[in-house]
């Protein structure tokens, strides 16, 4: 499945951004779709997982993002309130076939090119 991510920019913190991914090639439906950030000199992240009935989120943006897909569209969405320089990064879809939430990048096999996110303090 090939992945556009789109929606990253500058804001202030306590602001809000919503990023958009949309899908094309191999059935949106059948993939368990996830956002990964990475900032500068540390590891890709990830930030929330969504598959056919569960979503979970990492503890550093619990109560603050929502991950949600519309598979009419072929797209998944960040919401992303109440940010923090800390949210500072790059931030990247991702789609894996099969079942599970899994939170590790290798376990991706198609990836976003990434939208740069910019949280001024």
């Known amino acids: 499945v090939q992945l556009q991510a789109f929606g990253g920019g500058l804001v202030q913190a306590g602001g809000s951004l919503r990023l958009s991914c949309a899908a094309s090639?191999?059935?949106?439906?059948?993939?368990?779709m996830a956002w990964f950030r990475q900032a500068p000199g540390k590891e890709r992240e990830f930030v929330a997982i969504?598959?056919?009935?569960?979503?979970i989120y990492a503890d550093s943006v619990k109560g603050r993002f929502t991950i949600s897909r519309d598979n009419a569209k072929n797209t998944v969405y960040l919401q992303m309130n109440s940010l923090k320089p800390e949210d500072t990064a790059v931030y990247y879809c991702?789609?894996?076939?099969?079942?599970?939430?899994?939170?590790?990048?290798?376990?991706?096999?198609?990836w976003g090119q990434g939208t740069l996110v910019t949280v001024s303090s």
């Open positions: 991702a789609a894996r076939l099969g079942g599970g939430l899994r939170t590790m990048p290798h376990e991706y096999d198609s």
């Open positions: 090639g191999r059935t949106f439906s059948s993939n368990v």
């Open positions: 969504i598959d056919w009935t569960s979503i």
